[in-house]
């Protein structure tokens, strides 16, 4: 069965029991009796359209008033759209310093310098196309250039853009391999990680054809 909806009524006022004095008698007279204010009175009457006959007010009057209130109430504002759309900005990485390291230092040892996880650094390094160098992966050549040009954007970010590789200060490198199925550990000395990356791939080339390099890790500074 359909619910039956109540019609509105208004809310019930200590005046209603006064509606046929209002109009006729002061406001101030019917405040009295039914112990209300004069503008509670008033109010109420030119709610409901009854003009003030005990002054001569006519409903015409009466109307005009109401309309020319109404006319002169301010209009409401509307909120102002925004000019234009802020850009989004591109979240800023504890990884964007060591964007120089990354591929060439292996995974675990960079998140250790970052204070992140090695599953971010992965993430953060195969997002920009960069291989595991440290093992032997090679790069697609189809993200290498756009891979390049994020490197520098960041390196311009992080101020790495103005250090020279050809610095007198080198350091020490631990490289791990595999040769013909046998591990071997050797050192390189290099100014930065990059350096030494393609120096070690250039000394294992004389091992054999069968040799991969695993992992390079910074050793420390050399004397």
């Known amino acids: 069965m359909r619910k039956r909806i109540r019609a509105f009524?208004?809310?019930?006022?200590?005046?209603?029991?006064?509606?046929?004095?209002?109009?006729l008698v002061p406001d101030k007279e019917v405040a009295a009796k039914a112990e209300v204010?004069?503008?509670?009175?008033?109010?109420?009457?030119?709610?409901?359209?009854?003009?003030?006959?005990?002054?001569?007010?006519?409903?015409?009057?009466?109307?005009?008033?109401?309309?020319?209130?109404?006319?002169s109430k301010p209009a409401a504002r509307k909120p102002a759209r925004k000019a234009r759309r802020k850009m989004r900005r591109r979240r800023t990485s504890k990884l964007d310093p060591y964007l120089e390291l990354l591929g060439d230092l292996s995974d675990r040892e960079l998140a250790d310098r970052a204070g992140?996880?090695?599953?971010?650094?992965?993430?953060?390094?195969?997002?920009?196309?960069?291989?595991?160098?440290?093992?032997?992966?090679?790069?697609?050549?189809?993200?290498?250039?756009?891979?390049?040009?994020?490197?520098?954007?960041?390196?311009?970010?992080?101020?790495l853009a103005g250090q020279q590789s050809g610095s007198g200060v080198k350091y020490a490198y631990k490289v791990c391999v595999d040769v013909d199925g046998e591990g071997r550990e050797y050192v390189v000395f290099a100014a930065n990680m990059a350096d030494a990356a393609v120096l070690?791939?250039?000394k294992l080339k004389g091992l054999g054809s069968d040799t991969l390099l695993r992992e390079l890790s910074l050793v420390g500074e050399a004397l």
């Open 9 to 23: 009524s208004p809310r019930k006022s200590k005046l209603d029991g006064f509606a046929e004095l209002i109009g």
């Open 37 to 71: 204010t004069v503008e509670n009175v008033r109010s109420y009457r030119m709610r409901r359209g009854i003009p003030a006959a005990f002054r001569g007010e006519t409903a015409e009057a009466l109307q005009a008033k109401l309309n020319h209130r109404q006319a």
């Open 116 to 159: 992140v996880t090695p599953e971010n650094v992965r993430a953060y390094r195969v997002r920009r196309g960069i291989p595991a160098r440290w093992r032997g992966e090679q790069a697609d050549p189809s993200v290498r250039s756009s891979a390049n040009d994020r490197i520098a954007v960041a390196k311009s970010r992080t101020g």
């Open 200 to 202: 070690a791939v250039d």
